[in-house]
């Protein structure tokens, strides 16, 4: 990962605490093509730094603490780059429509997916993160469920 000055001035003491006592949220906008995974409440603000032409980490304005992960034209250009990740996040591999009647059951359902494909795109990020990316992976791993 190109390490540039803001890059180095941005912080992670505090993710893990974060992850203690917060929810993350996965989101994915089909509009913008993006996937965020973060532990920042809905409407705080957080600024968007890039360290490749589709990841970006997600900090906080006044800490510059890092509290998350997005990664832009997800569908369009990321995914076909990755096949595991792709795999994962094929509803026909995880979800068996037949066995679902009603939306509560198909929200449980995608709930439990939810981490294996934080788990897969941290991974598929790995060459734009660096050795950042165990860091992201340890602090989405320390919470079973989201937001």
């Known amino acids: 990962m190109a390490k540039g000055n803001k890059t180095m001035k941005l912080k992670w003491k505090l993710l ?13 906008d089909p509009d913008f093509d993006a996937v965020t995974l973060t532990f ?5 603000e957080t600024i968007v730094h890039y360290v490749d032409e589709h990841v970006a980490l997600l900090y906080l304005p006044k800490t510059h603490e890092i509290v998350g ?3 832009e034209a997800f569908v369009r250009s990321f995914l076909p ?8 996040w094929s509803l026909r591999e995880h979800i068996d429509t037949n ?5 509560g059951e198909l929200i449980l359902k ?3 997916v939810k981490p294996i494909i934080t788990k897969e795109i941290i991974k598929a990020s790995e060459s734009s993160l ?10 989405f ?3 079973p469920c989201y937001a």
Do not use: M, W
């Open 16 to 28: 893990n605490e974060y992850a203690a006592k917060t929810l993350p949220r996965f989101e994915y």
């Open 40 to 44: 920042a409440a809905p409407h705080q």
């Open 69 to 71: 992960l997005q990664i």
């Open 81 to 88: 780059q990755h096949a595991a990740l792709r795999d994962v």
């Open 99 to 103: 066995e679902i009647e009603n939306i």
């Open 110 to 112: 995608v709930d439990r």
């Open 130 to 139: 660096g050795t950042h990316a165990k860091k992201l992976e340890q602090a």
């Open 141 to 143: 791993e320390s919470q």
